[in-house]
């Protein structure tokens, strides 16, 4: 998208997370165009409590012509479905509509694994994403495409517990970086040949604790930014 007088257009991208909310205004190649700013998370994370956030940080910001979001939990049409690790106030929530309403411009949201994704992948074949923060992201991509919220963080992985429950940012806290690997190279062993994907991203904020060489060569261990600079393909690629 081009604007009328030439310009390319400004992305304001958002990352809300159970623990911070991030945001930064990107231009066309994803480069900076301002600062990128955090904050802790509310709790409650009500959408009232998340969205006075969100208003204060945005501001702050320098222009931006339109908004991307990932958010963590189910999203159709610009709606959140679910939010476990946020609040139960998010379910049937207008997300894009109340982040319009307060910027005046049109405003796309997505799973946040989804938007991370956008920021990693090649675009050929299979390409499978994992996130890794306070709970447990998925996403998968055909040639580019996008199957949209792949909820495999709440499916059953061993003993009753899903892989959630195994790999969430209380349970790494609780049993040491050096277990929590194990039970990410366990997960990997298991996903590979049911996915059968040309190539597996890991990502979000605990994926910087895993070492390369202890992977295989098709798993790539990814930069948390993408969660933000993903947000540019949710107007490329619909
Ligand atoms: C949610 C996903 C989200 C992931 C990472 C999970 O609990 O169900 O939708 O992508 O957390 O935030």
């Known amino acids: ?51 006075t956030a969100l208003e204060g940080m945005i501001r702050q910001q320098p222009a931006f012509d339109r908004v991307s979001v990932g958010f963590p939990g189910v999203v159709v049409d610009g709606v959140t479905r679910t939010a476990p690790n946020l609040d139960p106030s998010w379910r049937g929530f207008n997300l894009a509509k109340a982040l319009s309403d307060m910027t005046g411009k049109p405003v796309r949201v997505c799973n946040d694994a989804d938007v991370q994704g956008f920021g990693d992948i090649e675009g050929r074949g299979v390409e499978m994403v994992l996130t890794f923060g306070t709970g447990v992201g998925a996403a998968v991509y055909v040639d580019g495409k996008l199957v949209p919220n792949l909820e495999l963080g709440h499916a059953p992985f061993k003993d009753g517990k899903t892989y959630e429950d195994y790999l969430r940012d209380s349970e790494l806290k609780r049993i040491g970086a050096k277990k929590w690997r194990k039970r990410v190279h366990n997960v990997v062993d298991q996903l590979e040949p049911i996915w059968n994907y040309r190539v597996l991203y890991l990502g979000g904020g605990n994926a910087r604790l895993l070492h390369q060489d202890e992977l295989p060569s098709n798993v790539h261990i990814c930069s948390n930014s993408a969660g933000l600079t993903g947000g540019l393909a949710l107007w490329e690629r619909r």
């Open 1 to 51: 998208m081009v604007k009328a007088n030439g310009e390319e257009p400004k992305t304001l991208t958002i990352d809300i997370g159970g623990t911070g909310l991030k945001m930064e205004v990107i231009g066309p190649q994803a480069e900076p165009l301002g600062e990128r700013f955090k904050v802790a998370t509310p709790h409650p994370a009500t959408t009232t409590a998340v969205l």
